[in-house]
T-cell receptor, first 115, second 115 residues
């Protein structure tokens, strides 16, 4: 099925460990996003990529890095995980040409726990 | 500054009651979109409705309706004759032209529908 695929779905890390969250979309969308969701705070933008080859910081970028590997893939890396990064992470994509809908497609989320 | 405010943290109703979710947004842009998303207990984000800033016409779609008022910067959402399956967290979101249409989410309102 077309859409946004995130891996893994669940992950437990120890403080200080590193890991990369993977995201891929097969809709030929230009823009991709990483959000984190914490209780009582909604979803907050970590990083985004408006097009292949570009990345920009969002609202809460500290402690994260991203790579827009190609048009399909946008990965999020935690270099040294901290308990404060325990959250649910969502990847999303959007087509810049879709000026009528400006609809986002979200992945199913990655639940990350840092102990 | 919070661009989207959902003042209601939790709402609990009995099945068949109507539920109205409040959303107040803040923007200086003239071109923007407003969204409502549903997040059921399974965790995925489900797109419900979207309006653009040039269309204040309020509509009804099945059991969902919305009331968009630019004069009060509000975009309220109503579920008519609620059902247990409507139990979820509901997010209001804003995307603005000047921020390249990135989504800014409210904190969410948890709706519990009791049988």
């Amino acid at each position: 099925n077309a859409g946004v695929t995130q891996t893994p779905k669940f992950q437990v890390l120890k403080t200080g460990q590193s890991m990369t969250l993977q995201c891929a979309q097969d809709m030929n969308h230009n823009s991709m996003y990483w959000y984190r969701q914490d209780p009582g705070m909604g979803l907050r933008l970590i990083y985004y990529s408006a097009s292949e080859g570009t990345t920009d910081k969002g609202e809460v970028p500290n402690g994260y890095n991203v790579s827009r590997l190609n048009k399909r893939e946008f990965s999020l890396r935690l270099e040294s995980a901290a308990p404060s990064q325990t959250s649910v992470y969502f990847c999303a994509s959007k087509s810049r040409r879709d000026r009528v809908n400006y609809g986002y497609t979200f992945g199913s989320g990655t639940r990350l726990t840092v102990v | 500054a919070q661009k989207v405010t959902q003042a209601q943290t939790e709402i609990s109703v009995v099945e068949k009651e109507d539920v109205t979710l409040d959303c107040v947004y803040e923007t200086r842009d003239t071109t923007y979109y407003l969204f409502w998303y549903k997040q059921p207990p399974s965790g995925e984000l489900v797109f419900l409705i979207r309006r653009n800033s040039f269309d204040e016409q309020n509509e009804i779609s099945g059991r969902y309706s919305w009331n968009f008022q630019k004069s009060t910067s509000s975009f309220n959402f109503t579920i008519t004759a609620s059902q247990v399956v409507d139990s979820a967290v509901y997010f209001c979101a804003l995307s603005e032209a000047r921020s390249d249409y990135k989504l800014s989410f409210g904190a969410g309102t948890t709706v519990t529908v009791r049988a």
